[in-house]
């Protein structure tokens, strides 16, 4: 993909956070779109449209969808669904469904391109916003433009490098380098912490997508601080080791998301539960940045710590070899009891 695409995607993203309308073109269609989260009536006012776009997963958790559109879900498009942005909020922030449980009746009509509504749904979860959206046909020009292939080659690891790297003693090893990575066009950047000196052997290595509150506040809520700091003492006493830390937080649907996640978690909803009600996949992490890494690094094989089979096969997708498989097992509190419960029950932790 050219720059140009690639620029393009990356301001349409930017333009969704701000509230401004996007067009994005598939190969089926063109779609004019407005984020409801970052909307504001006078925006919609302007953009003169009724009708709500809405992810598959929560279109699934309203009850829009059959079973078999069920089982694979895409993006649903619901005819006059809003009469501004108050009322669309509350048919795509799911924080207000017990506050206003009862929504519609609906109509669903067809989405005018699944390949741009597609995009859209990925556009949302880039911008740390609910998959959900003011949509209508495209009509007159763009301010913002951009195509749906532009949007999935943005997210292409291939496009990520090495930025900086340099010496950076910390707690676990005093002999640890950071790596920095980037895209030319994502603001996050992605790091490596090596520890060690290379001898040979594949490394111990450990994924770690990025967790503000369990890294660095301590949260009691999940495991992901203790995993973070067992990992780095484990890859010291080893030969060596490589900690991949990935801006990916809350599972890829970003921090705010995340705290939704959890305020729905206090409604007694599960972790899982909580991503899909949200308009969510359950996982949406994209491991191929992490094999990208480990290229760009020259390790082609590694010993990877993680109670998470699907991690091994999504490295080894990547052409990543695990040589081994490192449990990592930390104790429970009565805070995250029920969240590794929910991994092991769930998703295929083996805990």
Same mark, same amino acid.
């Given at each position: 993909?050219?720059?140009?695409? %690639? +620029?393009?995607?990356?301001?349409?993203?930017? #333009?969704?956070?701000?509230?401004?309308?996007?067009?994005?073109?598939?190969?089926?269609?063109?779609?004019?779109?407005?984020?409801?989260?970052?909307?504001?009536?006078? %925006?919609?006012?302007?953009?003169?449209?009724?009708?709500?776009?809405?992810?598959?997963?929560?279109?699934?958790?309203?009850?829009?969808?059959?079973?078999?559109?069920?089982?694979?879900?895409?993006?649903?498009?619901?005819?006059?669904?809003?009469?501004?942005?108050?009322?669309?909020?509350? $048919?795509?922030?799911?924080?207000?469904?017990?506050?206003?449980?009862?929504?519609?009746?609906?109509?669903?009509?067809?989405?005018?391109? &699944? #390949?741009?509504?597609?995009?859209?749904?990925?556009?949302?979860?880039?911008?740390?916003?609910?998959?959900? =959206? =003011?949509?209508?046909?495209?009509?007159?020009?763009?301010?913002?433009?951009? /195509?749906?292939?532009?949007?999935?080659?943005?997210?292409?690891?291939?496009?990520?490098? $090495?930025?900086?790297?340099?010496?950076?003693?910390?707690?676990?090893?005093? *002999?640890?380098?950071?790596?920095? =990575?980037?895209?030319?066009? &994502?603001?996050?950047?992605?790091?490596?912490?090596?520890?060690?000196?290379?001898?040979?052997?594949?490394?111990?290595?450990?994924?770690? *997508?990025?967790?503000?509150?369990? /890294?660095?506040?301590?949260?009691?809520?999940?495991?992901? @601080?203790?995993?973070?700091?067992?990992?780095?003492?484990? !890859?010291?006493?080893?030969?060596? @080791?490589?900690?991949?830390?990935?801006?990916?937080?809350?599972?890829? $649907?970003?921090?705010?998301?995340?705290?939704?996640?959890?305020?729905?978690? /206090?409604?007694?909803?599960?972790?899982? /539960?909580?991503?899909?009600?949200?308009?969510?996949?359950? &996982?949406? +992490?994209? =491991?191929?940045?992490?094999?990208?890494?480990?290229?760009?690094?020259?390790?082609?094989?590694?010993?990877? !710590?993680?109670?998470?089979?699907?991690?091994?096969?999504?490295?080894?997708?990547?052409?990543?070899?695990?040589?081994?498989?490192?449990?990592?097992?930390?104790?429970?509190?009565?805070?995250? &009891?029920?969240?590794?419960?929910?991994?092991?029950?769930?998703?295929?932790?083996?805990?």
């Amino acid at each position: 993909m050219s720059h140009v695409g %690639a +620029r393009r995607a990356a301001r349409a993203i930017d #333009a969704l956070r701000r509230g401004w309308p996007v067009r994005v073109t598939g190969s089926d269609g063109a779609l004019d779109l407005l984020a409801i989260e970052s909307a504001s009536d006078a %925006a919609l006012a302007d953009f003169a449209s009724a009708d709500v776009l809405l992810s598959g997963e929560r279109a699934v958790t309203l009850k829009l969808t059959n079973q078999r559109a069920a089982a694979a879900p895409g993006p649903v498009r619901l005819a006059g669904a809003a009469t501004g942005v108050a009322a669309g909020l509350m $048919i795509a922030d799911p924080a207000l469904d017990l506050a206003h449980p009862w929504k519609g009746p609906f109509r669903t009509v067809a989405t005018g391109g &699944e #390949a741009a509504a597609g995009a859209a749904m990925l556009m949302a979860r880039h911008a740390g916003l609910l998959p959900a =959206f =003011f949509v209508r046909e495209a009509a007159g020009d763009a301010e913002t433009p951009c /195509d749906a292939s532009e949007v999935d080659a943005l997210l292409d690891p291939a496009r990520l490098h $090495i930025a900086a790297r340099a010496r950076l003693p910390v707690e676990a090893s005093e *002999s640890a380098e950071i790596v920095a =990575f980037r895209t030319p066009e &994502e603001a996050s950047d992605h790091v490596a912490l090596v520890i060690g000196k290379r001898d040979g052997n594949p490394p111990v290595v450990r994924l770690h *997508s990025e967790c503000l509150t369990g /890294d660095v506040l301590g949260s009691l809520k999940c495991d992901c @601080g203790p995993q973070l700091h067992a990992a780095l003492h484990a !890859m010291a006493d080893a030969p060596w @080791g490589v900690l991949l830390y990935l801006r990916q937080e809350g599972r890829g $649907i970003g921090l705010v998301n995340k705290l939704r996640a959890y305020a729905l978690q /206090d409604q007694g909803y599960d972790t899982v /539960d909580a991503n899909l009600r949200l308009g969510f996949p359950v &996982e949406a +992490r994209d =491991f191929a940045i992490a094999g990208r890494m480990l290229e760009l690094l020259n390790i082609p094989r590694i010993r990877l !710590m993680t109670n998470n089979p699907e991690k091994v096969a999504r490295l080894e997708r990547e052409g990543i070899e695990v040589v081994e498989r490192l449990p990592l097992a930390l104790p429970t509190n009565k805070y995250n &009891e029920q969240y590794l419960a929910t991994k092991r029950d769930r998703t295929g932790h083996q805990l």
